[in-house]
């Protein structure tokens, strides 16, 4: 169960709390429904990848936080990879959006970003953009 938690993480970009708080009523048309009323006074739309929409429509998935907490160091530890904290899921997400040549912009509203200044830490992952803008020149 936990590990279905990491695969929603690092194909969705959305934090461990969001995630834990989701039910299938959040699922919808192949999106979950983030309700970010508190923080950006907005409804977050994000898109299920098809690796994980059959994931989204049994959340919850039965496994508090603490379990979660607990399978997730024992995954990194029997991988070695102490170091690796569950918000690295959600920088996985941006990496690869960045590296599959999605735009700073759209990456910004799939996280959910306030500003497109939080998602340019992602911008060097991706530096052909810059060439194809050279390239356009006449």
């Known amino acids: 169960m936990a590990g279905d938690y990491v695969r929603l993480a690092a194909y ?3 934090r461990r709390g969001h995630l834990l708080r989701l ?6 048309d192949g999106f979950l ?8 006074r907005t409804l977050q739309l994000v898109p299920l990848h098809p690796k994980v929409l059959s994931v989204a429509q049994r959340l919850p998935l039965g496994i508090s936080d603490d379990g979660v907490r607990a399978s997730w160091k024992t995954a990194r530890e029997a991988c070695g990879l102490e170091h690796v904290r569950w918000h690295d899921l959600r920088h996985t997400c941006a990496s690869w959006l960045v590296q599959a040549g999605v735009s700073l912009h ?14 340019r830490r992602y911008a060097h992952l991706a530096p052909e953009h810059l060439a194809d803008a050279i390239n356009k020149l006449t």
């Not at 039910?23 to 919808?28: E, L, N």
């Not at 759209?106 to 998602?119: D, I, N, P």
Request: glycine share 6%; aromatic share 0%; charged share 25%.
């Open 12 to 14: 969705t970009g959305i």
């Open 23 to 28: 039910t299938h009523h959040d699922v919808k």
């Open 33 to 40: 429904r983030l309700d970010r009323t508190s923080k950006t």
């Open 106 to 119: 759209t990456v910004s509203e799939v996280l959910g970003h306030s500003s497109l200044a939080m998602t």
